[in-house]
């Protein structure tokens, strides 16, 4: 697509003065800042000063002939090349194949550097000139001749330093740094000159293409290349952009980043580095040199010189906007930063980037409009204010229009299409909550949050109670009535709360727990009023409130106190709570148990309670005859386990309330704690019946203990079963029979032989009778095997003693002992079998390595 990205005018004319009877001829151009030199076809150098195209209207003006400097070089031959150096303020002058310097400003000859002949043309690396002493490097192509020169040139002398040889003469040449680009007789070569390195590039036709080289910016060349392309090529000799498309025959080109002006017999053409379209045409004709500025470029025909005057990139970015060409104009501001001012270039950037956004999301391309957004850093009530209905927005802020001709007015489309209308909204949620916690939003988290409420409101997601449960900035005066408005009562509650309003949000949900407010919720309102209030530090708070979450459901309700954290647990203590629940049996019981299982408490006074909730539940229970349902069991199971595994409790009140009752199990675990075997035993066989329990009974309570008090305990129940006095007989002999067969090891048989009654067949004891004997036989023969390995350990120890003891040891008076190194003053001391030796007193008090000593005399 066209774009006007120069703008053509006449900038100098060439009149004749007088009677003159040839006006001048330009030949060639150079330009250095607002300096302009011309060299004529008659050997003429013209200087002009141009007016400063930052001042406005000086785009279209021409400098007077009275400005004009001019210096005849002394020859009637052409001026070929021109180059100024503003470092040097020289101006190097190619003409009748010799290379002259004249002064930048007087255009007089510099009578101390003798002039280069037998030059084709040359070239200049200005970056040579950032040393002590100043110079810059001067490459110069000698006439017929396969070499390239290199001169130091400073202000007043120059210098050949180095000559570059090649296979052919070279017929272009561009410089950068140390690497030359060159163009062949057929093709285009790179040569490092520091290191004397070449790379041979691609070829092109001499016939039909001009050679054009041209440094397009650091380590990168620009190239006719064949098949009518422009090719870039860096100092590496590889492409990184794609190939410019421009005509077959072109003339010349000159570099303008971001863009490339070419020249040929009809038109200037302008492409485009970033995306190497062509941008516009300028139909010119008669056209002949093009020459690159900082400030424009500069077109020279054989009469006239006209400027390309680049129209300001921000111009070209509005056009492109306009357009909705939001990618290219993104990457014209990306491509021409180089050209944009420093100060400048963030606001620009972020303005391109804001309104390419807007393109976007008038496109419907929310995605990348959400992108292009954030990294704008686009101020979020823009968009918002968009939308209708929108909440208030600052009185401050007055809504910028977007550049963008495709507006669309989201007002028209709540009526007219409202499934359209709903995609923008969800664009609207998906990138206020990208940008919600950034610091784009930081300025604007009022209205972002407010906005953010009303569209979950309307949606009713989970993503409306997470905003309102975290660190938010919703205004409460104008979310109250949006949520009330959608009946988001749920959700009120979590505002208030945010706004430190406790008592309005408990009381919101307690009139939706009551049915007082309608609201279509799967959540469990009572649960989460319990787990708000286990959370509460306001002790008012919590008492005000406790009644009505147990009067509900104790079960839920005491959670309250049960599942507060660690931090918050003395807010209330032990005491205080349990006077508070004693109205409450469940939650009572169900909060002892918290302290005693969770909390891990060893006061007497809670393990007792605890115990007496049990059994009162139980005997409850027992009253209203419920003992198949899955509470009785449950609670009975809980109460045995207690009093088993508790020893912090009172037996005797225990005892007290449970002795006339039915629970004979939980008798007999009492006895067991008095230490009452045969009662506890007795109530299990005869009052509850369970064999298996009285066997389980034994097996509990002997853990741990030796194994005569382990014998003695089953053989009370023995003794129980085979009471004569007692009904049931045949039970009781197959329970006594089973005991035997299942704890074989636990009986002494000889004892066990005495209790059994005569009349009992060997037939109904032969199990017990053979696996006791096992035993018996067992035992022996691992004792008999224990007294056999102590015994060769008692030989062994014997042998190395008789080993150890067999010799003699002499201590002469110098010996002193190896402990304390005093003398021996006493007939005995302790020789170690490491020859250690020691007084008695010292080895005592020392530990050695080898720990068995010698007494000797």
């Given at each position: 697509m066209s774009l006007d990205v120069f703008s053509l005018t006449l900038t100098i004319e060439n009149q004749p003065a007088g009677n003159e009877k040839d006006d001048l001829n330009f030949c060639c151009l150079e330009s250095c800042g607002k300096n302009l030199y011309v060299g004529t076809k008659d050997c003429l150098v013209l200087h002009f000063v141009l007016p400063d195209l930052s001042q406005p209207g000086n785009e279209k003006t021409c400098p007077q002939q009275k400005e004009v400097k001019k210096r005849h070089l002394g020859t009637k031959k052409p001026i070929r090349q021109l180059k100024a150096s503003p470092i040097l303020t020289r101006l190097l002058v190619l003409s009748d194949s010799a290379v002259s310097v004249l002064n930048m400003f007087s255009l007089e000859p510099i009578q101390t550097m003798q002039k280069i002949r037998n030059v084709a043309l040359f070239e200049v690396n200005e970056m040579a000139a950032f040393t002590d002493p100043v110079f810059i490097?001067?490459?110069?192509?000698?006439?017929?001749?396969?070499?390239?020169?290199?001169?130091?040139?400073?202000?007043?002398?120059?210098?050949?330093?180095?000559?570059?040889?090649?296979?052919?003469?070279?017929?272009?040449?561009?410089?950068?740094?140390?690497?030359?680009c060159v163009a062949m007789s057929e093709r285009y070569i790179l040569h490092k000159h520091t290191n004397g390195t070449t790379q041979e590039l691609f070829p092109y036709d001499k016939v039909k293409q001009n050679p054009i080289i041209k440094v397009v910016g650091r380590g990168e060349f620009l190239l006719n290349g064949p098949g009518?392309?422009?090719?870039?090529?860096?100092?590496?000799?590889?492409?990184?952009?794609?190939?410019?498309?421009?005509?077959?025959?072109?003339?010349?080109?000159?570099v303008y980043f971001p863009y490339v002006v070419t020249l040929d017999s009809e038109a200037l053409r302008v492409y485009s580095i970033l995306d190497q379209q062509q941008k516009q045409l300028i139909p010119f004709q008669k056209g002949c040199i093009l020459v690159s500025s900082q400030e424009r470029v500069f077109v020279l025909t054989s009469r006239e010189i006209y400027s390309l005057i680049p129209?300001?990139?921000?111009?070209?970015?509005?056009?492109?906007?306009?357009?909705?060409?939001?990618?290219?104009?993104?990457?014209?501001?990306?491509?021409?930063?180089?050209?944009?001012?420093?100060?400048?270039?963030?606001?620009?950037?972020?303005?391109?980037?804001?309104?390419?956004?807007?393109?976007?999301?008038?496109?419907?391309?929310?995605?990348?409009?959400?992108?292009?957004?954030?990294?704008?850093?686009?101020?979020?009530?823009?968009?918002?204010?968009?939308?209708?209905?929108?909440?208030?927005?600052?009185?401050?802020?007055?809504?910028?229009?977007?550049?963008?001709?495709?507006?669309?007015?989201?007002?028209?489309?709540?009526?007219?299409?409202?499934?359209?209308?709903?995609?923008?909204?969800?664009?609207?949620?998906?990138?206020?909550s990208a940008i919600r916690l950034t610091e784009q939003a930081q300025l604007y988290k009022e209205q972002v949050d407010n906005a953010l409420l009303k569209l979950y409101a309307e949606s009713g997601g989970e993503e409306l109670i997470h905003l309102l449960s975290t660190n938010n900035a919703c205004q409460l005066n104008e979310c109250v009535h949006c949520l009330e408005k959608h009946k988001r009562y749920f959700a009120l509650g979590f505002l208030y709360h945010s706004q430190d309003q406790d008592y309005n949000a408990i009381q919101t949900w307690i009139q939706i727990a009551d049915g007082y407010l309608h609201e279509s919720t799967e959540k469990d309102i009572?649960?989460?009023?319990?787990?708000?209030?286990?959370?509460?530090?306001?002790?008012?708070?919590?008492?005000?409130?406790?009644?009505?979450?147990?009067?509900?459901n104790q079960e839920v309700g005491v959670q309250i106190f049960t599942k507060r954290p660690q931090r918050e647990q003395e807010t209330f203590s032990y005491e205080e709570v349990i006077g508070f629940l004693k109205q409450y049996q469940l939650a009572l019981m169900l909060y002892l148990e918290y302290l005693v299982?969770?909390?891990?408490?060893?006061?007497?006074?809670?393990?007792?309670?605890?115990?007496?909730?049990?059994?009162?539940?139980?005997?409850?229970?027992?009253?209203?005859?419920?003992?198949?349902?899955?509470?009785?069991?449950?609670?009975?199971?809980k109460l045995q386990d207690l009093l088993h595994e508790s020893s912090f409790y009172n037996v005797s009140v225990i005892q007290d309330k449970v002795l006339d009752t039915e629970l004979h199990t939980e008798k007999a675990i009492l006895y067991s704690k008095q230490g009452k075997h045969d009662k506890a035993l007795w109530n299990l066989v005869h009052k509850e019946q369970d064999f298996q329990?009285?066997?389980?009974?034994?097996?509990?309570?002997?853990?741990?203990?030796?194994?005569?008090?382990?014998?003695?305990?089953?053989?009370?129940?023995?003794?129980?079963?085979?009471?004569?006095?007692?009904?049931?007989?045949?039970e009781l002999v197959t329970a006594a029979v089973d005991l035997l067969n299942n704890n074989v090891a636990v009986f002494d048989i000889v004892s066990v032989l005495q209790i059994l009654p005569d009349s009992w067949s060997l037939q109904l004891l032969s199990r017990f009778l053979v696996e006791s004997m096992r035993i018996s036989i067992h035992y022996r023969r691992m004792e008999s095997m224990e007294k056999s390995l102590a015994q060769a350990e008692h030989l062994r120890y014997r042998y190395s003693r008789a080993k150890a003891t067999e010799g003699i040891?002499?201590?002469?008076?110098?010996?002193?002992?190896?402990?304390?190194?005093?003398?021996?003053?006493?007939?005995?001391?302790?020789?170690?079998?490491?020859g250690i030796l020691t007084h008695t007193h010292c080895a005592r008090r020392e530990t050695h390595s080898d720990p068995k000593f010698n007494s000797g005399t």
């Open positions: 490097e001067l490459f110069v192509v000698a006439s017929k001749k396969k070499a390239i020169y290199i001169y130091a040139v400073s202000t007043d002398k120059w210098e050949c330093v180095k000559e570059v040889p090649f296979p052919e003469e070279p017929l272009a040449l561009a410089v950068d740094r140390s690497c030359l009518s392309l422009g090719m870039f090529v860096t100092n590496c000799g590889i492409s990184q952009r794609p190939p410019l498309q421009w005509p077959e025959q072109i003339y010349m080109a000159a129209v300001q990139i921000e111009e070209q970015i509005e056009t492109l906007l306009s357009r909705e060409q939001a990618s290219e104009a993104l990457d014209l501001v990306k491509g021409a930063r180089a050209v944009i001012p420093k100060n400048k270039y963030k606001a620009v950037y972020q303005y391109v980037l804001q309104q390419a956004g807007f393109i976007k999301f008038f496109q419907e391309c929310f995605s990348e409009a959400k992108e292009l957004f954030i990294k704008g850093h686009l101020d979020p009530r823009e968009v918002i204010a968009l939308y209708p209905d929108s909440p208030p927005l600052s009185t401050t802020f007055k809504q910028p229009r977007p550049s963008v001709c495709n507006i669309k007015d989201l007002n028209q489309m709540k009526k007219g299409d409202p499934e359209r209308l709903q995609r923008y909204k969800q664009f609207l949620v998906d990138f206020l009572h649960r989460h009023i319990v787990e708000f209030l286990s959370f509460q530090q306001k002790r008012e708070l919590v008492w005000k409130y406790a009644d009505w979450a147990l009067q509900k299982t969770a909390r891990n408490s060893k006061e007497e006074r809670y393990h007792t309670l605890l115990a007496m909730s049990y059994l009162e539940h139980v005997l409850k229970l027992l009253e209203k005859n419920d003992r198949d349902k899955i509470t009785f069991f449950g609670t009975r199971t329990a009285a066997e389980r009974y034994c097996q509990r309570n002997s853990q741990g203990k030796d194994k005569a008090f382990r014998s003695m305990l089953f053989c009370t129940l023995l003794k129980i079963y085979l009471d004569s006095t007692t009904c049931n007989t045949n040891v002499k201590v002469a008076k110098e010996r002193t002992c190896q402990v304390c190194h005093k003398s021996f003053t006493e007939p005995t001391f302790l020789w170690s079998l490491s």
